[in-house]
């Protein structure tokens, strides 16, 4: 991903005095102050929060219709269907609210659409098939929030429907149903809007049984699981719920998910979020993407240890197939990109690539080439395509301004997918193009840090262990991601065949060991040697029961002092100067200054590129920059026609000044001696 400029909220240390004075190690107490808070109360409600974040299912439009139909259902005999879809997040919301049913004693049906032959979401051959079973209520799950036609169509053959989903709606189209939950759609008082499928599938149960406890204890790890896989803000009741997940998986987990875990190989390991969306998601999300979804329901619906772990086997060999059918397509459409204009959307068509896989190879080109992506698999005339945005463009707004040309569409802001036709392919490219053209974001998107490391001190091993405490990670409330610039790169190894890299960086007398994945050396730009900026996650790397501190690598750029430097000359704001304290000069360094300057004829440049390059070697820009601001604050430079640094020359016969009476030596001693406290 390319950036237009990195930036950092903070830096490390500078934590409130509040959250030290309780106990809350820096690097934690800052990361708190990040994420707004700032007292010892909200700090324990977000690390400690119990059930109070949890809201009144009946708040949900809707939800009072579905209650009673469902409780009339129950009492009446009546044979449901739970109708999910195929991603993570679908078969979680299948599971959760078929089991439920069955436990209430009622004949469930589940029906899962195969995701290449049929496609997402409701379709009128399915609900005839159900209906043909016996099935009179059919409930949707993490779908069917677009299904204006299907629902119409269940009702003229006589078989209701209640749409459970979270995906947005079109106000003009909302499905005639017996009941339509989705906190998305118009007048919905519920005040999360940001639970995923399975979260209101959830819900729903709770509303039904008209209380939350139980519901939460016995379906929090597929709840969880779910949640996770369909990055959803992971803050209030969806932290809530994934914390309970986890915590469910930890001590009494499912057959299925505990041996899942074990063939994985995460069995052995502490569970945290990033475990199931790397472990678990993929392989469940493997079986909907190859069409294999039984596999996965049986999974996690079984209570037998033996046939979950056969299960679980089948499961990693799909995702193994799904990883080598995503490099054939990943390397095929890179292929493609020779012939695509730069800084336009990504659209491309083949018949050769597999339905369920180009998701994934449209995420990869949409971060590498910073453009929304949409790849389309042609299979005829017919065409089905997977979309993903980037810098914050409106997927849905756009494939709903370029509707004339789809046969059918629905998702997120972020992630879409449609359908079309293949002679309409070249007029959406055109109509995608220019809607872009009108719509693009400004400028590439920003990398906001959270932190800035400029004491490496605090990334040892009990200030990077106390950052799990703001687990679970997720959209909403992500990992924390510091930066440190101005490193040094002593080492490039590649690990994993070449698809992966380890590098060494020191910085401050300070040496750290780096993983940075999906990155080959050709992609650094960098060599051995080179000044750089780095942007990472700081973690605890466990090997053969010996723990260090390790960094996983988000972006790496050569170092490039001038944000900072630009900062200091004109005044220098408080962060700036907070930035700066690392390279508060001594009083060589002012000599290194005065000489050089004395060499250029007494005269600092009138340009920000020529103060720059007056700097001399073995001088840090940064540090130069600050000589300068000192020099004029002490009466030893005479102001430039600008009225400030650019064009001001030194008063060679000035009096002697004491450089320790610099406001701004103080001010820069005194923050890193309040670092180092």
């Known amino acids: 991903m390319n950036y237009s400029k990195w ?32 007292t010892e109360e909200r700090a324990r409600e977000f690390l400690d929060g119990d059930s109070d974040c ?11 219709k579905a209650v009673s139909r469902i409780k009339s259902a129950l009492g009446a005999g009546e044979t449901f269907a739970v109708y999910g ?55 949707s799950v993490d779908c069917g929030i ?22 947005e709606c079109r106000e003009e189209t909302l499905p005639s149903a017996v009941a339509v939950i989705d906190a998305k759609q118009p007048d919905c008082p519920y005040p999360n809007k940001e639970l995923a499928g399975v979260g209101v599938a959830l819900k729903l149960v709770c509303a039904v049984e008209g209380e939350s406890a139980p519901v939460i204890e016995r379906y ?78 049986k999974l996690l619906m079984t209570k037998d240890p033996a046939e979950a772990s056969s299960l679980a086997s089948v499961l990693c060999d799909l995702n193994r197939r799904r990883q080598m059918l995503e490099t054939s397509i990943w390397e095929d459409a890179k292929g493609m990109m020779s012939r695509k204009s730069p800084g336009l959307p990504i659209v491309l068509s083949s018949e050769k690539w597999h339905q369920g896989v180009i998701g ?73 193009e220019e809607y872009y053209e009108k719509n693009k974001p400004l400028e590439l ?89 780095i942007a990472f996650t700081p973690q605890i790397n466990e090997f053969r029961q010996n723990r260090t501190v390790q960094l996983q690598i988000t972006a790496v750029r050569r170092h490039d002092p ?20 690392v390279y508060c000069p001594d009083r060589s360094d002012f000599v290194k200054a005065w000489r050089r300057l004395q060499s250029l004829g007494g005269t600092v440049a009138e340009d920000f590129e020529n103060v720059l390059r007056q700097c001399p070697v073995g001088l840090r820009p940064e540090s130069f920059c600050i000589c300068l601001c000192v020099l004029l604050e002490l009466g030893l430079m005479r102001r430039g026609s600008s009225g400030g640094i650019l064009g001001a020359d030194i008063i060679r016969d000035s009096a002697k000044v004491n450089l320790e009476d610099s406001r701004i030596i103080k001010r820069l001693r005194r923050e890193n001696g309040r670092r180092q406290k």
């Open 146 to 167: 677009t299904a204006a036609a299907e629902a119409k169509y269940a009702k003229e053959i006589g078989v209701d429907i209640i749409i459970t989903d979270h995906h």
């Open 360 to 432: 994934i190879a449209a995420s990869k080109l949409a971060e590498q080439y910073s453009v929304p992506t949409v790849m389309i698999c042609l299979d005829g005339e017919k065409g089905k395509g997977s979309c993903r945005s980037c810098g914050g463009f409106n997927l849905f707004d756009a494939l709903s301004a370029c509707s004339e040309y789809l046969e059918s569409f629905g998702g997120h802001a972020l992630a879409a997918g449609l359908n079309i036709r293949r002679e309409r392919l070249d007029d959406f490219c055109r109509a995608f």
């Open 85 to 139: 879809d195929y991603d993570v997040d679908g078969i979680t919301a299948t599971c959760l609210l078929s089991d439920w049913l069955r436990s209430k004693g009622a004949e469930c049906l589940t029906y899962i659409p195969d995701r290449i032959a049929e496609g997402y979401g409701l379709n009128c051959a399915a609900i005839d098939k159900l209906k043909a079973q016996g099935v009179s209520l059919i409930i």
């Open 562 to 581: 001038r944000e900072l430097c630009r900062s200091l000359l004109s005044g220098g704001d408080a962060f700036a100067l907070r930035r700066a304290a």
């Open 7 to 38: 930036s950092a909220a903070r830096c490390c240390g500078d934590a409130p005095e509040a959250l030290l004075a309780a106990g809350y190690p820096p690097l934690l107490a800052s990361m708190l102050a990040v994420r707004g808070i700032e």
């Open 445 to 533: 998107p920003e990398l906001c840090c959270d932190l800035e490391i400029t004491e490496p001190e605090s990334l040892d091993m009990e200030g990077v262990e106390a950052l799990s405490r703001l687990e679970p990670f997720g959209n909403g409330n992500a990992k924390p991601l510091m930066c440190i610039l101005g490193c040094r790169l002593d080492r490039i190894n590649e690990i994993g065949g070449g698809r992966h890299l380890r590098l060494g960086v020191s910085y401050r007398g300070k040496s750290f060991e780096c993983v940075f994945f999906s990155h080959s050396e050709r992609d650094l730009n960098v060599g051995v040697g080179d000044c750089i900026d």
């Open 54 to 64: 949890l809201r009144d299912p009946m708040l949900f439009k809707g939800m009072d």
């Open 220 to 297: 929090a790890e597929l709840a969880a699981v779910g949640t996770l896989a369909d990055v959803v803000p992971l803050v209030g009741e969806n932290r809530y719920i994934v914390r309970c997940g986890i915590d469910a998986m930890e001590h009494r987990p499912r057959p299925g998910i505990a041996a899942l875990l074990r063939e994985s190989g995460a069995g052995d390991k502490r569970l945290t979020a990033t475990t199931i969306v790397f472990s678990l998601a993929p392989r469940l999300n493997a079986a909907g993407r190859l069409g294999c979804v039984p596999v996965a329901l």
